[in-house]
């Protein structure tokens, strides 16, 4: 099917690892890229082509891929690292049209 | 570094048309997948289409969300370096905050794909209601 699907809610305790899912079909033939945002602003580009970090995202920002998997894992979990996360892929139908994961909310506790 | 800015009305009356443009400054148009993203109010982000602009920028192949097929548009201005977002008949559930975005198409040394957007602009709140 044409959908990503993610944990609506996940937590980690500050400084330790987290992982989050992105699941999906598309994901067996695109590389996911993921992005964060934050209450009231737009969404920022944290991972693509699997493990590829923009530049000035910290490198505590690791992502991985397997089958029709992706996650994106944060070493050692900041305060500030608090926020909504969602994966992204491309159709794999002749529409080619982009998708979205529903989302992870991430709680630094 | 490429920057995205949108404008349009921020109330739309129900059943009337949508209409938001993206003014881009900085960076080429050609070879990018200029796309229109929704957010509800709570909601997570929603693709609502693209436009390519590869080969040339006065050629632009497009795809859309099907759940909108039928009332979405896209249209791109590459000599003033705008594109343009037309949704008809907008009801209550397209109150959003829309964003442009500029998406690209990558490949690894294996072939593999990934598809990325990495500018977006900073979003605009369209409500619908009379």
């Known amino acids: 099917s044409s959908e990503l699907t993610q944990d609506p809610a996940v937590s980690v305790a500050l400084g330790q690892t987290v992982r989050i899912t992105c699941q999906g079909d598309?994901?067996?033939?695109?590389?996911a890229s993921w992005y964060q945002q934050k209450p009231g602003q737009a969404p920022v580009l944290v991972m693509y082509?699997?493990?590829r970090r923009p530049s000035g995202i910290p490198d505590r920002f690791s992502g991985s891929s397997s089958g029709h998997t992706a996650s994106l894992t944060i070493t050692g979990a900041q305060a500030e690292d608090e926020a909504d996360y969602y994966c992204?892929?491309?159709?794999?139908?002749?529409?080619?049209?982009?998708?979205f994961g529903g989302g992870t909310k991430l709680t630094v506790v | 570094q490429v920057r995205l800015q949108e404008s349009g009305p921020g109330l739309v009356n129900p059943s009337e048309t949508l209409s938001l443009t993206c003014s881009v400054s900085g960076g080429a148009i050609s070879n990018y997948y200029w796309s229109w993203i929704r957010q509800s109010p709570g909601k997570g982000l929603e693709f609502l289409g693209y436009i390519y602009t590869g080969g040339t920028p006065n050629t632009g192949s497009t795809s859309y969300n099907p759940s909108l097929q039928s009332r979405v548009s896209l249209s791109l201005d590459p000599a003033n370096r705008h594109f343009s977002l037309t949704l008809t008949s907008v009801t209550s559930a397209d109150t959003a905050v829309y964003h442009c975005?500029?998406?690209?198409?990558?490949?690894?040394?294996?072939?593999?794909?990934?598809?990325?957007?990495?500018?977006w602009s900073p979003g605009t709140l369209v409500t619908v209601s009379s």
């Open positions: 598309s994901l067996s033939i695109y590389y």
């Open positions: 992204n892929s491309r159709d794999i139908s002749d529409n080619h049209r982009g998708l």
């Open positions: 975005a500029r998406g690209q198409l990558g490949a690894t040394s294996t072939g593999r794909s990934y598809f990325w957007f990495d500018s």
């Open positions: 082509g699997v493990n």
